[in-house]
């Protein structure tokens, strides 16, 4: 019959009494990146201590479990990809359940991303791979004095320099965690629809960046531009066409070309008096201005501030429909969360759904006009959605 601990007298797992400066979120609460971030961090910090406290005794009991556990790190990182494309369905057939790290590189290796930078961190740990996979192809080499088959475990080496296992420690850090966080933007741009079958949104974005404004494309600058554009990429004419098509009528990326896109409600002579209207509530402070006293504060000064903020606000929904106030509302939210262009609709959709249900425009322009950072989330949400002469216009 198994024993089970209670959990007050668990060995390893209990809570009682001891400071709650020290518990640590596993199990339930912990995540897949934790345990490849962990073991990682694990390597690196016992080839530091190894090295930085000079500890040659450690150098030979400690060099396995370094080894092992940049492996397992490495094993982890390729199965956190593997399974992110294969819940995206770019990876059609799932790998089988092993420790294969070469086989697991090779599928990644094999996947057509349509993204140029998780592309190259994948083509970037192929030589980490290949040198882990060749001394321990399963996992068991790195743990065990002895394998499987009974034969002393690195048998073909007799010894490791622990200076050059921490500079390429360092490189796969940084090639993982580059990559976990792309790996992140790459599926959140995905949700845009904004991509090609061999281009990312990310991308497109620098391709957008390396075209010539769309008044000089008859001349030889486009041809260069593409040429380079080409060779960049690896692709071919029809494949550049794709992706000029789709930047063409792209809010963001159409817009540092030279074309300039309208908001479904609200236009620029509009936006420029809501601007004006707010700059009355928020007049430029003076240098020795450090904040309102409000023990100090004349009560007749917030008799007039709040008369003042009522007639901002009549002035306003008279100047405003309420598709307008909503508009307006939309794009000071899509710059405040540097949003994408393409859930434009979708957010403007949302407030008036909102405003629907709320039935008080005077409260949702008092929302706005209250705010601080109006302007520059506005300024920030044009230029996202294609408006970048008048964003500059206002910021001025």
Not at 136 to 152: F, I, M, P, S
Not at 187 to 212: A, C
Request: glycine share 4%.
């Amino acid at each position: 019959m198994e024993i089970i601990p209670e959990n007050n007298n668990d060995p390893f797992f209990s809570l009682t009494g001891k400071s709650s400066e020290w518990n640590a979120c596993i199990g339930n609460q912990g995540e897949p990146e934790n345990y490849m971030d962990g073991y990682m961090e694990a390597a690196l910090e016992l080839v530091n201590a190894v090295i930085e406290k000079k500890q040659y005794i450690k150098r030979d009991t400690l060099a396995m479990p370094i080894l092992y556990n940049v492996r397992h790190a490495l094993e982890l990182s390729l199965k956190y990809m593997h399974d992110a494309f294969l819940k995206e369905k770019l990876i059609k057939t799932p790998h089988g359940k092993n420790h294969d790290i070469h086989s697991y590189w090779k599928l990644l290796s094999s996947t057509k991303l349509g993204d140029a930078e998780l592309t190259r961190y994948i083509e970037n740990l192929e030589i980490y791979v290949l040198s882990l996979s060749n001394i321990d192809d399963d996992g068991q080499e790195l743990r065990y004095a002895e394998n499987r088959d009974g034969h002393k475990s690195l048998k073909d080496k007799s010894l490791c320099n622990l200076v050059t296992i921490k500079e390429s420690l360092r490189k796969v850090q940084e090639i993982v965690s580059a990559s976990k966080y792309r790996l992140k933007e790459f599926f959140d741009e995905r949700r845009t629809k904004t991509y090609t079958k061999d281009l990312s949104r990310k991308d497109l974005e620098k391709i957008s960046m390396m075209l010539p404004p769309f008044d000089q494309w008859e001349e030889h600058i486009f041809d260069k531009a593409k040429q380079e554009i080409k060779e960049a990429y690896g692709i071919g004419s029809s494949k550049f066409s794709d992706a000029v098509n789709l930047i063409k009528n792209h809010r963001t990326m159409a817009s540092r070309l030279g074309k300039q896109f309208d908001l479904s409600h609200l236009t620029d002579d509009k936006i420029k008096l809501v601007v004006q209207e707010w700059k009355k509530r928020h007049p430029p402070t003076k240098e020795d201005d450090i904040g309102t006293d409000f023990l100090n504060t004349d009560f007749e000064a917030m008799v007039g501030l709040a008369r003042k903020d009522k007639e901002i606000q009549k002035n306003i929904l008279r100047l405003l429909s309420e598709d307008e106030i909503a508009d307006l509302e939309a794009v000071f939210y899509i710059g405040r969360g540097n949003e994408f262009c393409e859930f434009y609709e979708e957010g403007l959709a949302g407030v008036k759904n909102k405003h629907k249900i709320n039935k008080n425009p005077a409260e949702a322009v008092r929302h706005l006009m209250e705010k601080t950072n109006f302007l520059d989330e506005i300024v920030k949400g044009l230029t996202i959605l294609g408006k970048p002469a008048l964003a500059k216009v206002l910021s001025k």
